[in-house]
């Protein structure tokens, strides 16, 4: 309450001293400070206090840390960004400030994205807000399907890999090569269904209340290099980072160097978002790395069509980037999801051993036919918003029809309840 | 809007439809071809928990079979018995386990709360009655929808297996290795009754619990069998104790017409008890074999049979 009644009086601060650069630098600044200020206390404390004793304690010195022992706030990432992307746009004069308490009250706390994306933008959401709605069938309709795929993603596809990459993360000192490749192919799998399941459910939701939210995942596993993927992966944050820090930074005007830079800097800070955890800030830092060879050979925007696009498949050559790319991303989630550091290389460690050619010892076939089968209903909806977004293009008994196997996988295939990963971000 | 909502109503009902059809499908199927003959076919069968699960030896006692299971409530103790006197024209005596904590209100947790349902039930859904079904949904909605696919899926399983003999998956014998009776006495815990019997452990019971023992009593009954009560030994010091004047009670009142044996106060050794409930290996071999000798000495015919049982106590001879 409090940082939504702060950024509704800053913004309009800021508005009534439209013509007064530094009395509006003052507000935002006021702003920024009081949202990342709660960030910090609540989210990355314990973290720097910690990560400092130990420093100290290298050094041979004693420090007792004193850390906090409070809850995290839920969404407290998702709508601290919603804030700072609204007095932001209003700084550069993008949007007016919002007069309407309850509008802008609305548009921090709208309830589908408020705990866990998508993170929107006060241009985007706030005039549909304002707006007033009608119900729409098609659109109503949209929502649900949209609704029912989320949840397929979500209670089949993650809770069933969840069950397995728990059990070989969790074990992984008791695993070695390809057992413990599964367990990151299934992580990946866990997490693409979990978050771009919520955020389906999410766009869903919001379509019904005849809201349209920013899209937040675009098929990243079908990319052929790692820009696309960052394109097609948590769009609405990798767009909040490329607007609000990136380009402020200088993004690609400047040389190699400086675009390496801010590369190295969104990437990062990003990590960081997800979680006061070293892993993460090696995670960012990874996928930064594997963004440095299309940044020197200016190759990041080679891939920005869908691939394969009017065709039934891939060509070799798309397969090879697809599934390369696909690799290079597991690679780093094991750092995502790993405990801490030593957890997460004991786990590389461990694969490149000589059972990496064996068969791996944890063989979950039903989970990989489901698996198998939700990338091929991905691939044939390519082209959609989700995956069955064009079904509405078939008859009424074809319609029916997916609807109730859908609802019957769902129904029988669901694994055990696993809360949503992005809940505690 | 009109149309939306009748819609989203329509495509409720059809996909509950589909479920219901489908899981009566399936359950209809097993019901057909499922198999609980006994081979070698027995003359006595014994039911309940894990207090019988662990002390009848049957490959001690002749012409027998123990298809007692843990955690068991009569709810699927009854059909067990339906479906064991069904198929089994062999069996004479049907011995049914009642004991302190069969009365107890945590039976009503054994019949319905989400651990036992997804264990319970999921493997006896395909021969519950509807009506039972509907019981359980209203006293547990969340814990019986959750069990509710994996028990389908089961079924599915079943099926495409083409598997329905279902006499090895009924509860059998269990050889309790572990002996930790000492280490219980000496850490008497005060709490543990209520772990053993539930809330309201001394003055109040598990009314379903009751009603399904009387229904096992009324299908054996009709099915010519004889049916008798047991209290298998337990332990003196036991946890369950804290409801005897209770359950002495309720067996006077509601079972007078039944057949009781009681072996509660047999006497054994603490190394002889895995826990304070239940028997270990090497008392289950000396209570069977006792027991054994009982059945052959035509214990089941006696009419004195608890003073028969008394005279022949190992210590009291």
């Given at each position: 309450m409090f940082s939504t009644l702060l950024d509704y009086y800053t913004g309009l601060k800021m508005w009534e001293n439209k013509g007064n650069k530094n009395r509006k630098k003052f507000w935002l600044w006021l702003s920024v400070i009081v949202n990342l200020g709660f960030l910090g206390v609540f989210k990355y404390y314990n973290f720097f206090v910690e990560s400092f004793s130990e420093v100290i304690s290298h050094l041979g010195f004693q420090l007792n840390s004193w850390t906090l022992d409070i809850?995290?706030?839920?969404?407290?990432?998702?709508?601290t960004f919603h804030g700072l992307s609204y007095v932001i746009d209003i700084y550069n004069d993008k949007i007016e400030a919002e007069r309407n308490f309850v509008d802008y009250a609305v548009f921090v706390s709208f309830f589908p994205l408020l705990v866990a994306g998508p993170i929107e933008r006060a241009t985007h959401l706030l005039p549909q807000i304002k707006t007033e709605r009608t119900f729409d069938y098609d659109r109503a309709v949209d929502g649900l399907r949209q609704i029912l795929w989320g949840l397929c993603k979500k209670v089949v596809i993650a809770d069933q890999c969840a069950e397995f990459a728990d059990k070989i993360f969790n074990n992984s000192a008791d695993y070695e090569g390809s057992t413990l490749v599964l367990g990151s192919v299934l992580f990946a799998f866990q997490i693409y269904g979990d978050f771009s399941g919520y955020s389906d459910i999410a766009l869903g939701t919001a379509r019904l209340f005849g809201i349209e939210l920013l899209r937040n995942f675009a098929f990243p596993y079908?990319?052929?290099?790692?820009?696309?993927?960052?394109?097609?992966?948590?769009?609405?944050?990798?767009?909040?980072?490329?607007?609000?820090?990136?380009?402020?930074?200088?993004?690609?005007?400047?040389?190699?160097?400086?675009?390496?830079?801010?590369?190295?800097?969104?990437?990062?800070?990003?990590?960081?978002?997800?979680g006061a955890n070293w892993t993460f800030i090696v995670w960012g830092f990874l996928n930064a790395l594997y963004m440095v060879p299309s940044v020197i050979l200016?190759?990041?925007?080679?891939?920005?069509?869908?691939?394969?696009?009017?065709?039934?498949?891939?060509?070799?050559?798309e397969v090879i980037s697809m599934v390369t790319t696909f690799c290079l991303t597991a690679f780093a989630w094991i750092f995502f999801r790993a405990e801490n550091l030593d957890h997460a290389f004991d786990y590389i460690a461990r694969i490149f051993t000589p059972q990496l050619f064996a068969l791996p010892i944890i063989r979950p076939t039903p989970v990989l036919v489901?698996?198998?089968?939700?990338?091929?209903?991905?691939?044939?909806?390519?082209?959609?918003?989700?995956?069955?977004?064009?079904?509405?293009?078939?008859?009424?008994?074809?319609?029916?029809?997916?609807?109730?196997?859908?609802?019957?996988?769902?129904?029988?295939?669901?694994g055990k309840q696993q809360q949503f990963i992005y809940f505690q971000f | 809007?009109?149309?939306?909502?009748?819609?989203?109503?329509?495509?409720?009902?059809?996909?509950?439809?589909?479920?219901?059809?489908?899981?009566?499908?399936?359950?209809s199927l097993i019901n057909q071809h499922a198999s609980f003959a006994f081979d070698p076919a027995p003359r006595y069968v014994f039911f309940g928990h894990s207090h019988p699960e662990c002390a009848y030896n049957d490959s001690l006692i002749q012409d027998s079979r123990n298809i007692a299971e843990s955690s068991e409530a009569y709810f699927y103790t009854y059909l067990k018995v339906k479906k064991v006197l069904e198929q089994n024209p062999s069996v004479e005596t049907l011995f049914i386990e009642c004991t302190n904590n069969q009365i107890s209100p945590k039976m009503n947790d054994w019949t319905w709360d989400s651990r036992h349902l997804s264990h319970k039930y999921t493997k006896y859904a395909p021969f519950i009655h509807l009506s039972d079904q509907i019981t359980l949904l209203l006293q547990n909605p969340r814990g019986f929808l959750t069990s509710l696919p994996y028990s389908i899926k089961r079924k599915f399983t079943t099926v495409a297996r083409n598997d329905y003999d279902f006499s090895d998956q009924l509860g059998g014998y269990k050889y309790l290795v572990r002996y930790k009776t000492d280490s219980l006495l000496q850490n008497l815990n005060p709490l543990a009754a209520k772990d053993e019997l539930g809330m309201s452990a001394t003055d109040s019971v598990s009314r379903i619990n009751l009603n399904y023992l009387r229904r096992i009593i009324e299908i054996i009954r009709k099915n010519n069998k004889h049916v008798v009560l047991v209290r298998t030994p337990i332990h003196p010091m036991y946890e369950g104790y804290v409801n005897e004047s209770l359950y002495k009670r309720i067996i006077r009142r509601e079972f007078s017409d039944v057949d009781y044996l009681d072996f509660s106060k047999f006497p054994l050794q603490n190394e002889e008890f895995g826990d304070l409930g239940h028997l270990n290996h090497q008392g289950a071999k000396i209570f069977s074999e006792w027991f054994n000798q009982l059945l052959t000495d035509s214990l089941l015919i006696r009419p004195e049979k608890q003073k028969f049982i008394e005279s022949r106590m190992p210590r009291n001879q």
């Open positions: 809850i995290l706030p839920v969404g407290i990432s998702f709508y079908f990319s052929r290099d790692i820009p696309e993927f960052w394109r097609r992966w948590h769009i609405s944050l990798s767009s909040w980072f490329r607007d609000y820090l990136y380009i402020p930074l200088g993004g690609s005007r400047g040389g190699t160097w400086s675009k390496i830079r801010n590369v190295l800097i969104i990437f990062i800070v990003s990590g960081f978002w997800h200016k190759t990041n925007r080679t891939n920005l069509d869908i691939v394969a696009n009017g065709r039934l498949l891939p060509t070799l050559r489901l698996v198998v089968l939700f990338i091929a209903i991905e691939w044939n909806g390519r082209a959609g918003n989700y995956a069955i977004a064009n079904l509405y293009t078939k008859s009424k008994p074809i319609r029916w029809s997916v609807y109730l196997v859908l609802f019957l996988v769902i129904f029988l295939f669901q | 809007m009109g149309n939306f909502i009748r819609n989203i109503i329509l495509f409720g009902l059809l996909s509950t439809s589909l479920i219901v059809g489908i899981d009566r499908f399936l359950s």
